[in-house]
């Protein structure tokens, strides 16, 4: 007869800071375990206090409470399968990123993360020490190895297991999306399977920090890299998981595998949930955003009301003699077809006032700029007045082109406390329209069907700030933007490499130089979802102050 091991695995969606709601959930998930006849239920990396905490976990009184709280949980989880939670650890005045392994009433092993990531999202470095390489822990007659996250990215954390007597290998993960992530991800834990020979379990969270999402995904590989087992991308999901002990050695029992989302519907589903979950968790039911009639307030509004609801989004138009008529019916129209609320509040009025008390400071100047930021400046006014009164959120609807080159307005259409679009270059707003009026998916709360109107998709974007205005008279077209972008930033590439590729030199230095001197607006900017590697935040930190220009990519 072989023998047989059941792991509960918890791909939750715990909450920073929530100590004791984290607890609660892990709680039902042993509950969950113990009703199944698991021998052990495993949470992910740092559950206990929600991960990415940042600096908060440096704080004594903060982990101090967290240890506690673990500690409590294993008094409270005697009687049943052992728990394997995430949480930090003080020993010899260092503190650890660490796995606590308990049983029988009590903490019994404590795996210590000894690789720790210093780069894109990650300041592990700066947070926590490094723990030493350690050997299995035992689940009743089964050893078990637990890679903590980034040990399991390097071969020797997880050869030091198998050498050392493991016979499977469960690795607890606090690791959020990026488009393709998941493929990144199974590579890399296919080589430690491969160098072991050992099944390998990978357990991941769900649910949205910040700007950050965790994607979920877990799954299960057994000898040789094949598939065994896979939970949904994005949902919270308890499963209970088999392995079955042959003459050679552990294998995970075939299982459910979930599949992988194409990355357009994976994107989506990640601005849908890192809105939601920054709502629900900073308290915040309702949302507005300023409802121009272009394509990326459209956008925004339908993630709104696919993450919250119809019924808690409010559109806002904000005309001024410069909105088309255009504009005006496909702001409604959209509006209409998500069954979102949908205010006029025309600017002209205010706009006047502005102009009369300003006239005597402004006498002899010409317009320009100043005047079409002040419509903007008033919107964002007035866009907070409603988010103060009724106590909705604003949303900004920046898109990551837009972000770039800092073609927004600061204290205007920048307004706001969220923007899911951050990260999402211009024109692949465009192809995410058409995606999402061709798609619906259960977890969207808005309306089946289109949405969001082709002539809004389809018309010449224009910040309508005066007569006649289109983006291209300020920048690039945006298919030659969001190229040139995408290589500057997303690349790090220099001038001379976008000039091999075919760009004008000219063209690359405007656009080098409008990156640079927008810092300070992004520095100034709302947190949004983040979608790539190179997300404006953590993954980019750039000096405001910055005279050093790329001298590359000139004619010699």
């Known amino acids: 007869m072989s023998d047989r091991f059941r792991i509960t695995l918890a791909q939750l969606n715990p909450t920073v800071g929530d100590i004791d709601g984290n607890a609660q959930k892990a709680r039902a998930a042993w509950e969950a375990g113990k009703g199944a006849g698991a021998d052990l239920v495993a949470l992910t990396e740092m559950f206990i206090t929600g991960y990415n905490a940042q600096d908060l976990v440096m704080k004594p009184a903060f982990h101090n409470a967290a240890i506690s709280a673990i500690e409590a949980l294993a008094a409270e989880c005697a009687d049943g399968p052992a728990l394997a939670i995430g949480g930090p650890w003080v020993e010899g005045g260092n503190l650890y990123n660490a796995y606590h392994i308990c049983r029988a009433?009590?903490?019994?092993?404590?795996?210590?993360?000894?690789?720790?990531?210093?780069?894109?999202?990650?300041?592990?470095?700066?947070?926590?020490?490094?723990?030493?390489?350690?050997?299995?822990?035992?689940?009743?007659?089964?050893?078990?190895?637990?890679?903590?996250?980034?040990?399991?990215?390097?071969?020797?954390?997880?050869?030091?297991?198998?050498?050392?007597?493991?016979?499977?290998?469960l690795v607890p993960?606090?690791?959020?999306?990026?488009?393709?992530?998941?493929?990144?991800?199974?590579?890399?834990?296919?080589?430690?399977?491969?160098?072991?020979?050992l099944p390998l379990i990978y357990l991941n969270q769900v649910g949205g920090q910040d700007d950050q999402v965790f994607d979920g995904g877990s799954?299960?590989?057994?000898?040789?890299?094949?598939?065994?087992?896979?939970?949904?991308?994005?949902?919270e999901d308890v499963s209970h998981v088999d392995l079955e002990r042959g003459d050679d050695g552990w294998r995970v029992v075939e299982g459910d595998k979930a599949p992988v989302l194409p990355d357009f519907e994976a994107d989506y589903r990640a601005m849908v949930q890192s809105l939601r979950d920054y709502?629900?968790?900073?308290?915040?039911g309702q949302v507005l955003l300023g409802m121009s009639g272009g394509v990326d307030s459209a956008l925004v509004a339908t993630i709104a009301v696919d993450a919250l609801g119809p019924d808690n989004v409010r559109c806002v138009m904000l005309p001024s003699e410069y909105t088309s008529q255009g504009s005006l019916d496909d702001a409604e129209a959209c509006a209409k077809a998500l069954g979102a609320r949908y205010d006029y509040v025309p600017i002209s009025g205010p706009r006047a006032a502005v102009t009369e008390a300003l006239a005597p400071l402004f006498e002899g100047t010409k317009p320009d700029v100043t005047e079409e930021n002040i419509q903007s400046r008033l919107r964002g006014l007035m866009l907070m007045a409603l988010s103060n009164k009724f106590g909705e959120m604003l949303l900004t609807t920046g898109n990551k082109s837009e972000v770039a080159v800092g073609y927004a307005t600061i204290y205007g259409d920048m307004s706001g406390g969220y923007n899911p679009i951050k990260d999402l270059y211009k024109m692949r707003v465009f192809e995410t329209c058409r995606w999402r009026n061709d798609n619906h998916r259960d977890?969207?709360?808005?309306?089946?069907?289109?949405?969001?109107?082709?002539?809004?998709?389809?018309?010449?974007?224009?910040?309508?700030?005066?007569?006649?205005?289109?983006?291209?008279?300020?920048?690039?077209?945006y298919y030659v933007l969001d190229a040139l972008l995408e290589m500057l930033v997303d690349d790090e590439a220099s001038v001379a490499d976008c000039v091999a590729a075919g760009f004008d030199r000219e063209t690359v230095k405007k656009v080098e130089r409008l990156i640079y001197i927008s810092e300070y607006k992004r520095f100034q900017s709302a947190p949004g979802t983040r979608l790539t590697k190179r997300a404006f935040w953590l993954d980019r930190r750039y000096p405001i102050v910055n005279g050093w220009r790329d001298p590359s990519g000139t004619k010699g």
């Not at 009590?106 to 210093?118: A, M």
Request: hydrophobic content about 35%; some cysteine; aromatic content about 8%.
């Open 173 to 197: 993960n606090g690791s959020p999306y990026y488009r393709g992530k998941m493929e990144t991800r199974v590579n890399h834990v296919v080589a430690r399977v491969v160098e072991t020979g």
């Open 105 to 169: 009433g009590r903490v019994v092993t404590r795996v210590l993360k000894h690789h720790l990531p210093n780069e894109t999202v990650f300041d592990e470095v700066r947070v926590f020490d490094s723990g030493p390489i350690g050997g299995p822990y035992a689940v009743g007659n089964t050893r078990v190895g637990s890679p903590i996250c980034e040990d399991s990215w390097h071969p020797d954390v997880a050869e030091t297991l198998a050498e050392t007597g493991a016979e499977f290998l």
């Open 443 to 477: 977890w969207m709360m808005g309306n089946a069907g289109e949405v969001i109107p082709p002539s809004i998709i389809n018309k010449p974007p224009s910040a309508e700030l005066r007569e006649d205005q289109k983006d291209s008279d300020s920048l690039p077209d």
């Open 279 to 284: 709502c629900g968790k900073t308290g915040f």
């Open 219 to 235: 799954f299960a590989l057994n000898p040789g890299g094949a598939l065994a087992w896979r939970a949904p991308m994005f949902d």
